[in-house]
């Protein structure tokens, strides 16, 4: 079913909204307060050890690090952000501090990285299936490993993202390495900004589509169209425009939670929000050359209307002069200079073969200076 003019208005009006902030100005510090429609909280834990890789119950996780001696890291992935009791509390029992966990649940927070002491707390976005400016909070807890303590990454996520699992799987098969929470955290952040490039791609085709359809009839929905999806990129560069500082602020090495050797991971990381960028500055160009386009060829079809409009107007004013001459009411019988025509035996059969000899050659002459053709 084709969408109409009011749902596609109401639409990209949605895209638009501001986000809806869940806590009143004056608010103290910390507060978290949970979105009651997210999705449900799931938390599970990944231990990657010398002896292998292997899961724990959320309820072994103390125990875990207890007996830990420093030389494991453990993945801590939080899906859904609806139970904020379960929150506060894994924030709390690994000392994660309580803003932090106020702009894990408050997901509005724009893509940046912030130092807890020796920890790294970082916000990324992820694409969302939704739409082209879609995206979902990704927020990520780094505690390097130090001498008696394991490396601990914690990844929370407003709902399940297929790039996650995946990675996570990937993960999993590795046997007898350990990687250090930042690279973990690094694996998680990469897949978050190249999950936008297939919804790049798809928008590009998209383009291209609409331009044929503009070249061969213009119309208000293609309009509507070429708009909607110059908007989102508007809107999506803007949401990831502070993604590239904050990678590139861990590529030069500011945080101690990121070892050295894997900062060109992070400057890696940190070329694929370029390109990100790059490309949507150049869907806003298309977008804006399709509107353009539009316009232009709106003109130019109603241009070629005028003309037909000018050439038509130009054939039948001589004929409307001649019907109107001879349509007047004189008497030949007053005098001869009243219209004697009036009284020939073939009058009327002159009169139109020289309408239609007029008509034939000013048709004759438009076509001939190319006013009557198609462009």
Known sequence: MTETGRQRRSRVTTHARMPRRRTAPGTEPGLAVADPT??????????????????????????????????????????????????????????????????VVHTHQRPK???????????????????????????????????????ICVSFEEGES?????????????RGWVPGADYVAYTLVDAAVDSHFPALERTSERFDELERDVLRRPSEDLMAAAYELKRDATLLRRTLWPQREAL???????????????????????????QVLDQLD????????????????????????????????????????????????????????????????????????????LTVGLVWWFRRQGWTRND
Request: hydrophobic share 40%; aromatic share 8%.
């Open 38 to 103: 997210g999705h449900p909280t799931r938390i599970e834990v990944t231990v990657f050890s010398a002896a292998g890789v292997r899961e724990i119950e959320r309820g072994d996780l103390r125990e875990a690090l207890g007996q830990d001696d420093g030389s494991s890291t453990f993945w801590v992935r939080v899906v859904g952000l609806r139970d904020r009791e379960a929150l506060v509390a894994l924030g709390e029992e690994l000392v994660i501090h309580p803003l932090a966990i106020e702009d």
């Open 113 to 151: 990285c912030d130092p807890y002491g020796e920890d790294l707390f970082l916000v990324t976005r992820v694409h969302d299936p939704e739409g082209l400016a879609k995206t979902r909070q990704v927020s990520i807890f780094v505690a390097q490993r130090r001498e008696g303590r394991a490396g």
């Open 162 to 174: 297929t790039v996650f699992r995946e990675v996570r799987e990937r993960l999993l098969r590795r």
């Open 248 to 274: 590139n602020r861990i590529a030069r090495g500011e945080f101690d939670a990121v070892d050295d050797a894997h900062l060109v991971y992070f400057r890696d990381c940190h070329d694929h929000a370029t």
């Open 282 to 357: 150049q869907l806003r160009e298309i977008g804006a050359g399709l509107i353009e386009l539009h316009v232009s060829m709106v003109g130019n079809r109603m241009n070629q209307v005028m003309r037909l409009l000018a050439v038509i107007s130009t054939v039948f004013i001589p004929l409307t002069f001649v019907t109107g001459l001879y349509g007047m009411n004189f008497d030949p019988e007053s005098s001869p200079w009243n219209m004697p025509e009036l009284r020939a035996t073939y009058g009327y059969p002159t009169v139109l073969a020289c309408m239609a000899s």
